[in-house]
């Protein structure tokens, strides 16, 4: 089975940008992983941010998009809020099963 | 609006068996794959596999192969996921999600412990 990759932890000042990461041990990351991104809080089922690399739902904050970059998936969160302080998973589907990623903890200091 | 509601929390010994169920409304229960995730305690998400409500057919990540079943009934819009030989690293909280995309819409998720 696959290992996906991320960053454990990422720190962020208030209105900055940061850019969070999920790779493959397979190799590149491309648009046919359909890479996923999700937002937990504590004590909270996940919620989806982004699908299929860079789609948001309804639900989305427009501060969060969705890329490919080096070879990764990638989630980067511009103009970052105190209430973006979450742990965020990534994706990954290999011909219908699905691999998450570890997780990054995201801290808004 | 789409709901998912668990059932509750569970307490079994090793070796035992679980079923947790997952009830559906606000939409067509066949429309969507239903897929099951969990998380243990202070870990991150584990996905574990999927079942098409249409037709029944599965897919299960290779990690639980031969210890999970997942099945369904449509009539009463309802999806169950049966883990089988438990063991103590089972203990965690196990979502459904389901939706257009996939993963749009998610339970609260069903506590099960696995203590002697």
């Known amino acids: 089975q696959a290992v996906v990759t991320q960053e454990p932890s990422l720190t962020v000042s208030p209105g900055g940008t940061v850019t969070l990461t999920c790779g493959s041990s397979?190799?590149?990351?491309?648009?046919?992983?359909?890479p996923y991104w999700f937002q937990q809080k504590p004590g909270q089922a996940p919620k989806t941010l982004i699908f299929d690399t860079s789609k948001k739902h309804s639900w989305t904050p427009a501060r969060f998009s969705g890329s490919l970059l080096g070879g990764k998936a990638a989630l980067t969160l511009s103009g970052a809020q105190p209430e973006d302080e979450a742990e965020f998973y990534c994706?990954?589907?290999?011909?219908?099963?699905?691999?998450f990623g570890g997780g990054t903890k995201v801290t808004v200091l | 609006q789409v709901l998912l509601v668990r059932s509750g929390a569970e307490v079994k010994k090793p070796g035992a068996s679980v079923k947790v169920s997952c009830k559906a409304s606000g939409y067509t229960f066949t429309n969507y794959y239903m897929h099951w995730v969990r998380q243990a305690p202070g870990q991150g998400l584990e996905w574990m596999g999927w079942i098409n409500p249409t037709s029944g057919d599965t897919k299960y990540a290779q990690k639980f192969q031969g210890r999970v079943t997942m099945t369904r009934d449509t009539s009463i819009s309802t999806a169950y996921m049966e883990l089988s030989r438990l063991r103590s690293d089972d203990t965690a909280v196990y979502y459904c999600?389901?939706?257009?995309?996939?993963?749009?819409?998610w339970g609260q998720g069903t506590l099960v412990t696995v203590s002697s």
């Open positions: 999600t389901t939706g257009g995309n996939y993963f749009d819409y």
């Open positions: 994706l990954l589907s290999y011909s219908g099963a699905r691999v």
């Open positions: 397979t190799g590149a990351v491309t648009s046919g992983h359909y």
